[in-house]
């Protein structure tokens, strides 16, 4: 098991934390009724609504453990407590000019659990995350996507 640290937000934390309450107050209770119910429709070798039963309980189970372990390693950033922001670095916002079509666009760096590019949020994890980091005002961003190389230039860090 990795005990790597996870840089997240405080919003990203209180969306794990309730994700995980929920999956243990709600989730894990409905999916032992449904097991209990499967139970008592008899022969358990061909009974699908055991076998679904029991998969969704595999699911909640791990995603459980999996929420647990994060929460656990997190390493909350507040970017409101960010006093430098001469350079791009986790919990910053960015905004940046695409070289090929003149658009704007505004970005914060969060953690991978807090991605939401439709919202304006993206994981340093990703392409544009990591070639992001470290940049400052003015600078040019070359950025290996997917869907082939994009360009950008720093217009505002915030």
């Not at 055991?50 to 595999?58: G, L, M, P």
């Not at 656990?72 to 090929?100: C, Q």
């Not at 953690?111 to 980091?133: K, M, Q, V, Y």
């Given at each position: 098991?990795?005990?790597?640290?996870?840089?997240?937000?405080?919003?990203?934390?209180?969306?794990?934390?309730?994700?995980?309450?929920r999956?243990?107050?709600?989730?894990?209770?409905?999916?032992?009724?449904?097991?209990?119910?499967?139970?008592?429709?008899?022969?358990?070798?061909?009974?699908?609504?055991?076998?679904?039963a029991?998969?969704?309980?595999?699911?909640?189970?791990?995603?459980?453990?999996?929420?647990?372990?994060?929460?656990?390693?997190?390493?909350?950033?507040?970017?409101?407590?960010?006093?430098?922001?001469?350079?791009?670095?986790?919990?910053?916002?960015?905004?940046?000019?695409?070289?090929?079509?003149g658009e704007?666009?505004?970005?914060?760096?969060v953690?991978?659990?807090?991605?939401?590019?439709?919202?304006?949020?993206?994981?340093?994890?990703?392409?544009?995350?990591?070639?992001l980091?470290?940049?400052?005002?003015?600078?040019?961003?070359?950025v290996?996507?997917?869907?082939?190389?994009?360009?950008?230039?720093v217009?505002?860090?915030?």
């Amino acid at each position: 098991m990795t005990t790597e640290r996870v840089p997240i937000t405080p919003n990203g934390l209180k969306k794990l934390q309730a994700e995980l309450r929920r999956l243990k107050t709600v989730e894990r209770p409905e999916v032992i009724k449904l097991i209990e119910y499967a139970r008592s429709l008899g022969d358990l070798s061909e009974n699908a609504e055991y076998e679904t039963a029991k998969n969704r309980q595999s699911f909640v189970e791990g995603r459980i453990q999996e929420l647990d372990s994060k929460i656990s390693r997190a390493e909350v950033i507040d970017p409101a407590e960010l006093t430098n922001k001469d350079r791009v670095t986790f919990g910053i916002k960015v905004t940046l000019e695409d070289l090929d079509t003149g658009e704007t666009v505004s970005y914060q760096l969060v953690g991978a659990d807090e991605s939401e590019p439709e919202n304006g949020l993206i994981s340093i994890t990703s392409p544009i995350g990591r070639a992001l980091i470290g940049k400052e005002v003015d600078d040019d961003v070359i950025v290996q996507a997917p869907g082939g190389k994009r360009e950008f230039v720093v217009l505002e860090i915030n």
